[in-house]
């Protein structure tokens, strides 16, 4: 892939929360949220703050070593444009992001206060104060403040906890798009959860019951989402996910930009892998249409697909004869969610 010249786009991470009980969090944006009345994981923008070398100087007070952050990246594992400049440095400051935005939205601030050598699990450590919701309101005017919670809580973003997941790239024709780091982190404990005015609703919900209520429009999924749902529901114990996700981490993958093709009657959004796939992608260009083939027509039963289809009447994630590098293969399936307007 060649990535354009001109970025369109803001990098962003977001956080994929799963608690025992085999759950994962999600939550219903607003209207005036960047993905109005859906739901999504918690995230947002990278911010300047997030990346900010005083990270590094105090992380290292808590025992933590350059051997430490290059752990977040296996050498020669595959790089998407989003990583690729300085991928220990993107690592480190998107985890941080996907850390404060969960605080801002959520008020779960996921923080260690122990010394490298003192931990040994792979749960993330949550802080809890009754003071953390004026940093909250502090933090999300100053996303700067993190910095200055953690040093006078003497805590640190446990960014050791986040396994790096999957990467997607909004496509050319949508008016906001995001180059998203997706994470997965796990707690031992279910905490309560106190939202921001950014989202309406807050539930901890199984992948599954989440896909059954897409499925009859009951909520608001878009691709993204109803694929890494998809994905997770793959893995429903909570233990089986966190070995999973901790052990493909370092791997890398590839970077899942849908490149949107109008058909005859609707629209498909290719994903890489499938025949259709363009070798030579344009992120800022879109696709040449084919009107004289149907979305269906276009299907080909002896290839690879790996899609997404839209028309008036439907949108669905198609996969057959796809098997991705490093990740869950999920076997040839057709993933129902309906439109936003039904």
Known sequence: MKRAMQKCWRDSATLIVAAKRNQNIKHTRTHNASFPNSVVFPGGVCEAADGDEEWYKHLRTFGYTESDFKSFHRIGSPLTPLFENNPIQRHVALRITAIRETFEELGLLICSQSHKSESESDWAS????????????????????????????????????????????????????????????????????????????????????????????????????????????????????????????????????????QAKDGMIQLLPGDYLYPSDVDFNTQSDPIKDKTILELRDNNQSLHRVEVTKSRREIIIQNYHPTNHITMNNLIIPFPSITG
Do not use: M
Not at 146 to 170: G, H, M, R, V
Not at 246 to 257: D, F, H, M
């Open 126 to 261: 949550l802080l809890t104060d009754d003071d953390l919701k004026h940093w909250r309101d502090r933090v999300s005017k100053n996303p700067a403040d993190l910095l200055t919670l953690c040093k006078e809580y003497k805590c640190f973003p446990d960014i050791w906890a986040l396994q790096y997941w999957s990467n997607w790239l909004t496509p050319v024709n949508q008016p906001k798009r995001f180059d998203t780091a997706f994470f997965v982190t796990a707690l031992e404990n279910k905490p309560s959860i106190n939202s921001n005015s950014e989202v309406v609703n807050v539930k901890w919900l199984t992948p599954t019951e989440i896909l059954e209520s897409s499925s009859k429009a009951e909520v608001i999924l878009y691709p993204p989402q109803a694929y890494e749902f998809s994905r997770l529901s793959y893995l429903p114990d909570i233990n089986e996910l966190l070995t999973f996700a901790k052990e493909r981490s370092s791997k890398g993958n590839i970077l899942l930009y849908p490149v949107p093709i």
